[in-house]
């Protein structure tokens, strides 16, 4: 049994509120994705409400800004989901839906296999990633270190290009 798991945070402030029609085609594609991540090799959690999304969770007073946490079995496997299959079309429209951040807005980390992270915890991980640049404590697939156990520096992992910039 694997001793660690990956987690990601993702987080965005939106143009508009989730009911509103600005984000009708981000909405609209929610349940699909979100059931082709629970089917895809290598997923273990997400966190999601009643709803059966994270949209509605709020983690700070701005009703725009939305989190996407998540846990796999494996940095491979969460690559695999990201970058080639049907979520880097959702990803390649992010401009229309969300407000270009500022500064990094994804931070990938490791945990122990059965931790199921906060977002709390996962925010933390973010403020570390700004702080400090990638480290084995957050970082991202450009610069992703191995598991705790293995030691090394850290690797890039190519993601496509037209989905991880903004201009």
């Given at each position: 049994m694997a001793q660690w798991h990956i987690a990601q945070l993702n987080v965005g402030r939106t143009v508009a509120l989730p009911g509103e029609s600005a984000l009708a085609g981000f909405m609209a594609r929610l349940d699909e994705i979100n059931?082709?991540?629970?089917?895809?090799?290598?997923?273990?959690?997400?966190l999601q409400n009643d709803s059966g999304n994270a949209t509605d969770i709020r983690v700070s007073d701005d009703p725009y800004f939305l989190v996407n946490l998540s846990v796999w079995a494996s940095v491979e496997a969460l690559f695999e989901f990201v970058y080639r299959t049907v979520h880097t079309q959702v990803m390649a429209r992010r401009r229309e839906w969300f407000e270009q951040p500022a500064e990094a807005y994804q931070v990938l980390?490791?945990?122990?296999?059965?931790?199921?992270?906060?977002?709390?915890?996962?925010?933390?991980?973010?403020?570390?990633?700004?702080l400090h640049g990638p480290t084995p404590k957050a970082f991202t697939f450009k610069s992703r270190y191995p598991q705790p156990d293995e030691g090394g520096g850290p690797q890039d992992m190519y993601p496509e290009p037209y989905c991880i910039g903004w201009n």
């Open positions: 059931a082709l991540a629970e089917a895809s090799p290598g997923f273990v959690w997400r980390w490791w945990v122990p296999a059965g931790h199921v992270p906060t977002v709390q915890e996962a925010l933390e991980r973010l403020a570390h990633l700004r």
